[in-house]
T-cell receptor, first 117, second 109 residues
Framework: DVKVTQSSRYLVKRTGEKVFLECVQD?????MFWYRQDPGLGLRLIYF???????EKGDIPEGYSVSREKKERFSLILESASTNQTSMYLC????????????????FGPGTRLTVL | GIQVEQSPPDLILQEGANSTLRCNFS?????LQWFHQNPWGQLINLFY???GTKQNGRLSATTVATERYSLLYISSSQTTDSGVYFC???????????FGAGTRLAVHP
């Protein structure tokens, strides 16, 4: 089974702090994604990465950066946390469709509930 | 951009009842996934279904891509089916997912 893990289930930080959210997948997937989920706004894509050291902005990248130094790990960084970044953060990974038995199904981690005070 | 609409927004069922959730989308797409988000926030894959019909136990899904809709059927519902059901469409390169707003399901004993 695909496993996507996130470093924390719950996190409380103060305004202005630098925050690191870590995501690790064990399926050698090429693609990794960071979403945030807010009531009434659904899931929105922040950043994604299609290869090591490669990244692309999603729909709401402002206030965030990412790092992918190794294929299995994708980090989301809040350079200076603000209260409007209080949210549920979800990481996902997917392979590349086309190979035998391989689809581009996205698999999600358990999520991190971040509160910025 | 692609619009994804799910209906109904909320659904309350008695245990044992059947239900159909619908996902309409505004443009042709390459692929579609259905997810269940449990009360703890975990998104669980249900189906990866570009077209046709798939079944997994009490759940089945049908996508008619030419008519731009997908249906999720839940039969003999159980309290553990409660949560939010999302459909999501693949859009553009790099497998970006566009999510619908979800259907919130509550199954009562």
């Amino acid at each position: 089974d695909v496993k996507v893990t996130q470093s924390s289930r719950y996190l409380v930080k103060r305004t202005g702090e630098k925050v690191f959210l870590e995501c690790v997948q064990d399926m050698d997937h090429e693609n990794m994604f960071w979403y945030r989920q807010d009531p009434g706004l659904g899931l929105r894509l922040i950043y994604f990465s299609y290869d090591v050291k490669m990244k692309e902005k999603g729909d709401i990248p402002e206030g965030y950066s990412v790092s992918r130094e190794k294929k299995e790990r994708f980090s989301l960084i809040l350079e200076s946390a603000s209260t409007n970044q209080t949210s549920m953060y979800l990481c996902a990974s997917s392979g590349l469709a086309g190979g035998p038995g391989v689809t581009d199904t996205q698999y999600f981690g358990p999520g991190t509930r971040l509160t910025v005070l | 951009g692609i619009q994804v609409e799910q209906s109904p927004p909320d659904l309350i069922l008695q245990e044992g009842a059947n239900s159909t959730l619908r996902c309409n989308f505004s443009d042709s797409v390459n692929n579609l996934q259905w997810f269940h988000q449990n009360p703890w926030g975990q998104l669980i894959n249900l189906f990866y279904i570009p077209s046709g019909t798939k079944q997994n136990g009490r759940l089945s899904a049908t996508t008619v891509a030419t008519e731009r809709y997908s249906l999720l059927y839940i039969s003999s519902s159980q309290t553990t089916d409660s949560g939010v059901y999302f459909c999501a469409l693949f859009s553009g390169g790099y497998n970006k997912l566009i999510f619908g707003a979800g259907t919130r399901l509550a199954v009562h004993p």
